[in-house]
């Protein structure tokens, strides 16, 4: 069956591969790509926990058939060993990437300087950053391969924290502005290129993130979003598909997102 929608044509025969894909917004972009283009689709999910990877594998499947081929792989992008060789351990089927979507990211705890843990600035930014920095340069030789000097996509998940710092954000919202500034530069150094560089910034989101962060204290995390309606994750997976989804000489370089009750990072009405 040929693809029905503008969309789906403009994803048919692509290779994407996502980070960080076993929960939260990773796993919801995974599911929504499968719908948009089901016929012809390939999908090399990653993150740690593998044997969650493995049942999302397995529920695309039922949901939308073999037109979609799923690749669960176990990654720790801050890691870098493992992303350096990464591309060379997926089967060969899987190496032609056309779209990656930098999710992988986290934080931890609520420290402020001088009191926060080392190794937590350690894991963020070997997270957030460098393993974000390590994806995109261990994908690029793929896309720059192409002919007329390359296509591709790289997708962010980047953050209304990096727009917009906030009391009890150091080490988080520094991270993703690192983000933002690396993919504004990357932009800029791909022009002669077809490969487009886009990013996805939003505002609240309500995935294991904030569970995480407050170290499941779950009392503390629930009080985050009290009073409050926020984003799923798959109203977040829906703009990053439709961004991979558009003609590709249109590029959607950034998107801010949040909430009706949020106009910044900092004004949010709470209805209590």
């Known amino acids: 069956m040929p693809p029905t929608t503008s969309m789906a044509k403009n994803l048919a025969g692509k290779t994407v591969l996502i980070t960080g894909a076993s929960s939260g917004i990773g796993r919801s972009t995974a599911f929504e790509f499968a719908r948009t283009s089901p016929e012809n689709l390939k999908l090399i999910i990653t993150a740690r926990r593998v044997d969650r990877l493995h049942e999302i594998a ?9 037109g979609v081929k799923v690749y669960a792989k176990q990654l720790d992008v801050s890691k870098p060993e493992e992303v350096t060789g990464l591309v060379e351990s997926l089967p060969e089927e899987f190496r032609d990437i056309d779209i990656l979507v930098n999710n992988a990211g986290f934080m931890s705890g609520v420290e402020r300087p001088p009191d926060v843990p ?27 391969k192409r002919p007329d000097g390359g296509k591709g996509d790289i997708i962010f998940l980047g ?13 988080y919202c ?9 993919s504004d530069a990357l932009r800029k150094e791909l ?3 077809r490969i487009r560089v886009m990013t996805v910034d939003p505002g609240q989101v309500l995935t294991e993130f904030n569970d995480i962060r407050y170290r499941f204290d779950h009392e503390a995390a629930d009080k985050v979003y009290a009073g409050c309606d926020p984003l ?5 997976a829906e703009v990053i598909v439709f961004t991979a989804g558009r003609r590709e000489n249109v590029v959607v370089a950034d998107t801010l997102m949040f909430p009706s009750h949020q106009a910044s ?3 949010v009405h709470r209805r209590l």
């Open 58 to 66: 397995q529920q695309i499947r039922e949901e939308v058939g073999n």
């Open 174 to 182: 520094s991270s993703k502005a690192a983000v933002r500034a690396f």
């Open 191 to 193: 022009i002669n290129t």
């Open 265 to 267: 990072s900092t004004h």
């Open 118 to 144: 080392h190794e937590v600035i350690r894991d963020v930014w070997a997270t957030n950053i460098t393993g974000v920095i390590n994806m995109t340069q261990a994908i690029l030789p793929i896309f720059k």
């Open 232 to 236: 799923t994750p798959d109203d977040v």
């Open 159 to 171: 953050s209304i924290a990096g727009r917009e710092p906030y009391a009890g954000g150091t080490i």
